[in-house]
């Protein structure tokens, strides 16, 4: 072989080592970012357990939530500060939730799993109290999120009698499934 020859096929050696080491990072990458999401959706799904565990375990405690949601402007100054502690811990879970589903770094199924609750809890006497006074305790694009997911949960029909109060559009894209 000349040198040429063997200049040659080095090029395409080092070409090929390049090759497998682009594959290799490129798989460790996707790995960290598993990786990445799954710590992030423990994260949130363990800040989120504890409140409920907070409510479950202390009647006063849930009582307070309860109804600081129906008539927040009904509580005592300190009960007030307590509920809107509360309310604050979980919109900030559901704010960094939120946050990491825009950035695709977290779990958008997790996002639309508790986007229900957070409407329902938002669109309540209370949460529309607390939103009015305290808005800013939460990121701007938190902020507009809330805006219109009140915007889709808003009430638009009376449920029989012996159900919920107010049937609530989860979904206007998508028509309710036929259940069968």
């Not at 490129?26 to 992030?40: E, K, L, P």
């Not at 219109?148 to 009376?158: T, V």
Request: charged share 25%; net charge negative; aromatic share 8%.
């Amino acid at each position: 072989m000349s040198i040429s020859e063997l200049g040659s096929l080095g090029e395409f050696v080092g070409s090929l080592a390049v090759l497998a080491t682009l594959i290799y990072l490129a798989m460790q990458i996707r790995q960290n970012t598993h990786t990445t999401r799954a710590v992030s959706h423990h994260a949130i799904t363990d800040a989120l357990n504890q409140l409920n565990l907070t409510l479950a375990r202390d009647e006063t405690v849930a009582q307070l939530w309860i109804k600081g949601l129906s008539e927040r402007a009904s509580l005592s100054d300190l009960q007030r500060e307590r509920f809107d502690a509360l309310l604050r811990a979980y919109l900030h879970v559901c704010d960094t939730m939120y946050y990491q589903a825009q950035l695709g770094a977290g779990d958008h199924g997790l996002w639309k799993a508790e986007e229900r609750y957070l409407g329902l809890t938002m669109l309540s006497n209370g949460g529309r109290e607390w939103f009015r006074e305290h808005s800013e305790s939460v990121s701007a694009g938190f902020r507009d999120a809330l805006v219109e997911i009140g915007a889709r949960y808003e009430p638009s029909a009376q449920e029989p009698s012996g159900g919920m109060t107010t049937r609530y559009r989860i979904d206007r894209e998508r028509p309710p499934s036929e259940s069968g």
